[in-house]
């Protein structure tokens, strides 16, 4: 799994459980795990964020040497309540390729990277009923590979996209539209108030790709930085923040709640 703030963490942590496996964590947040060759009789859960409808580049770099040999294994999306677009399509491609067999697929929401208080967007996601939908989903899993005689791929394609109102696409693709054109080359970043930050380090150590200079808490690396958020939403003194003009849009057209959506 990569989990940068613990969403994608939360789902597959709960499908596991309704699936009643004896699971091993392989946490890729931090750095490139070793030893991610799976035979047939394994069965892989693959849970990962989705950043602008991808799946974000990090989790498939750090994931590139996991190798399976006609291994099921369940794909698991997780996006900020707008749309996982071709993500799982994506992710169903990437590990095929590694001899993966895609078995089961969802997409799940998550709060949002962006989500403030000021600007909420699927806020405390996934909550109580998502993660029940999880454990429910995963029961179903180990029904369907108990009974399974041979393996074989779903097709995520046939998966459902979650509804969003016309109105509300229309006003986020003409805004995204905006942005590209007033594009002033400059990369949004989180900062840190000096005044606030206690020097602990907690923002160093969730960072996922060291953007974040150990001895200088006040910078961010623009180059390594992925605006997963994970240093703003772990402060314990909000100390670090992040504006985005992205969050208002987002928090106004995406307000609706949406399910998980699971194929089997």
């Not at 498939?60 to 369940?74: A, F, K, S, W, Y």
């Not at 993500?87 to 709060?111: C, H, K, W, Y």
């Not at 000021?118 to 806020?123: C, L, Q, R, S, Y």
């Not at 996209?161 to 696409?169: A, G, L, R, T």
Request: hydrophobic residues 35%.
């Amino acid at each position: 799994m990569f989990s940068p703030t613990g969403t994608s963490r939360k789902v597959a942590t709960a499908v596991a459980e309704g699936c009643r496996c004896a699971s091993h964590v392989v946490d890729a947040t931090y750095g490139t795990p070793t030893g991610l060759t799976f035979g047939r009789e394994s069965l892989v859960f693959m849970a990962v964020p989705v950043y602008g409808g991808k799946v974000a580049p990090t989790a498939l770099q750090r994931c590139e040497q996991m190798t399976g040999d006609g291994t099921p294994i369940v794909l698991m999306v997780v996006y900020g309540n707008r749309a996982y677009e071709g993500a799982l399509e994506q992710l169903a491609q990437f590990v095929s390729e590694r001899g993966f067999v895609p078995v089961a697929a969802g997409a799940f929401v998550g709060e949002h990277s962006y989500s403030t208080s000021a600007t909420p967007i699927a806020v405390g996601r996934p909550d109580a009923q998502d993660l029940t939908d999880a454990r429910t989903w995963g029961k179903a899993i180990r029904e369907k590979i108990d009974g399974l005689s041979k393996v074989e791929a779903v097709d995520v394609s046939h998966l459902k996209h979650p509804d969003n109102s016309p109105i509300s696409m229309l006003r986020f693709m003409q805004f995204v539209m905006q942005q590209r054109v007033a594009k002033d080359g400059v990369k949004p970043l989180p900062v840190t108030d000096a005044e606030l930050c206690r020097r602990c380090g907690k923002c160093v150590r969730l960072c996922p790709t060291g953007a974040i200079d150990v001895h200088d808490y006040l910078h961010t690396d623009a180059e390594r930085c992925i605006k997963c958020c994970a240093c703003v939403k772990g402060c314990p003194v909000k100390a670090r923040t992040f504006t985005t003009p992205y969050a208002p849009i987002l928090s106004e057209c995406f307000d609706k709640r949406k399910s998980p959506v699971t194929l089997l």
